[in-house]
């Protein structure tokens, strides 16, 4: 039981290039999201998704579209990178219950040139 | 989602109590306290959790006061391991959408 993985664990781009950011989880959670965190910042949420075929704007979706065509995998793509979207992102999941237990993976450190 | 409001910085010494405070005076009847904490470049680890009373697991105790207006996370013998940004969240039960992380608690263990 891996957990939440995130693939790449690091990446640099230059601006204007595009790259899909993979998130995978095990646990046969219904609910999925994406968050960046910048420096000295909480998190803020991107995207989520409730379920396999749906997703929804979070905090700040600006830039960044996602995909969730099977229940285990949550994808986000940056089309045209800018130096505004170098961060860390994470990817959580959760069961849909009543509860707020988030499971998170361990982050992908993104850098825009 | 009620506000919460929590100190910037604490230290605690290796081994003894740590007791970090959250403020929330607007909670309503239906929202919940969860903490979590984010070690280092690690993304956020689930701690705890509770409604009204007063809540224990393996890694920390949750006290809630009567009026629920504030409630306090005790690691009750706090490691080097333990320093980390922790992050005090009130939330409906069963929302679907996303946890609001402030900036948190930076907790510091010293030797």
């Known amino acids: 039981n891996a957990g939440v993985t995130q693939t790449p664990k690091f990446r640099v781009l230059k601006t204007g290039q595009s790259m899909t950011l993979l998130c995978a989880q095990d646990?046969?959670?219904?609910?999925m999201y994406w968050y960046r965190q910048d420096p000295g910042m909480g998190l803020r949420l991107i995207h989520y998704s409730v379920g396999e075929g749906t997703t929804a704007k979070g905090e700040v979706p600006d830039g960044y579209n996602v995909s969730r065509l099977k229940k285990q995998n949550f994808l986000l793509g940056l089309e045209s990178a800018a130096p505004s979207q170098t961060s860390v992102y994470f990817c959580a999941s959760r069961e849909w219950t009543a509860q707020e237990t988030q499971y998170f993976g361990p982050g992908t450190r993104l850098l825009v040139l | 989602d009620a506000k919460t409001t929590q100190p910037p910085s604490m230290d605690c010494a290796e081994g003894r109590a740590a007791n970090l405070p959250c403020n929330h005076s607007t909670i309503s009847g239906n929202e919940y306290v969860y903490w979590y904490r984010q070690i280092h470049s690690q993304g956020p680890q689930y701690i705890i959790h509770?409604?009204?009373n007063n809540e224990t697991n393996e890694m920390a105790s949750l006290i809630i006061t009567e009026d629920r207006k504030s409630s306090t996370l005790i690691l009750p013998h706090a490691t080097l391991r333990d320093t980390a940004v922790y992050y005090c969240?009130?939330?409906?039960?069963?929302?679907?959408?996303?946890?609001?992380f402030g900036k948190g608690t930076k907790l510091s263990v010293k030797p």
């Open positions: 509770g409604l009204k």
């Open positions: 969240i009130v939330r409906v039960g069963g929302s679907q959408g996303n946890l609001i």
């Open positions: 646990m046969n959670h219904e609910y």
